[in-house]
């Protein structure tokens, strides 16, 4: 296992770790957490493309980030924070990662066992960016107990998200598309 499939499996913990700091009321060490998962998925990636690339690292990486994701959304909607993310936003960015993310999983899977690799999406990308970003502020807004109108941020992360979305839909349309010119 490389150093970088290890980081992305330590956002893993960090977000149960996460989960449970904010259950407690521990808003500050929350925040800390999910600044170490952020930053773990930015450092996985450098050093992935520094070093080469484990062929499990294309699998890891998104898995990881997606839990993470997930864990955190879940977890800020349903713990009673001054400043909380709406139901609309949990079931967008979650929902959709539950419908997606098998898709994703089974070409990866197919790819890894042909020995290549699906290429990231890079507006997933920065649709994970924007989620950090959005998360880390409203964690921030709640550490300095200052409310804070997230309606329009909420919206720029739906945007991105869906976009993100259909953009993997296709770039896996296409694969999938290639496959079928192959086997007729």
Same mark, same amino acid.
């Given at each position: @296992? ?20 904010? @259950? ?26 520094? *070093? ?41 960015? *979650? ?45 921030? @807004? ?15 992360? *739906? *945007? ?16 999938? @598309? ?7």
């Amino acid at each position: @296992m490389s150093f970088s499939d290890f980081l992305s499996l330590t956002r893993i913990p960090v977000a149960l770790l996460f989960s449970y700091t904010l @259950m407690r009321g521990e808003i500050l060490i929350s925040l800390i957490l999910f600044l170490f998962g952020s930053f773990s998925d930015f450092l996985d990636g450098l050093l992935s493309r520094k *070093v080469k690339k484990s062929k499990y690292g294309y699998l890891l990486d998104p898995t990881a980030d997606r839990i993470f994701i997930g864990i955190s959304f879940i977890s800020l909607y349903y713990v009673p924070l001054e400043n909380d993310i709406s139901l609309f936003l949990l079931l967008m960015v *979650v929902g959709q990662d539950l419908l997606l993310s098998p898709i994703g999983l089974y070409l990866s899977l197919s790819a890894i066992k042909k020995g290549k690799a699906i290429k990231s999406s890079p507006v997933g990308k920065v649709a994970t960016f924007v989620q950090y970003i959005f998360v880390i502020y409203l964690l921030t @807004m709640n550490v300095m107990r200052y409310k804070a109108y997230l309606f329009p941020f909420e919206i720029t992360v *739906v *945007v991105f998200s869906i976009a993100s979305g259909l953009h993997h839909l296709y770039i896996w349309l296409h694969i999938l @598309m290639r496959k079928g010119e192959r086997s007729s």
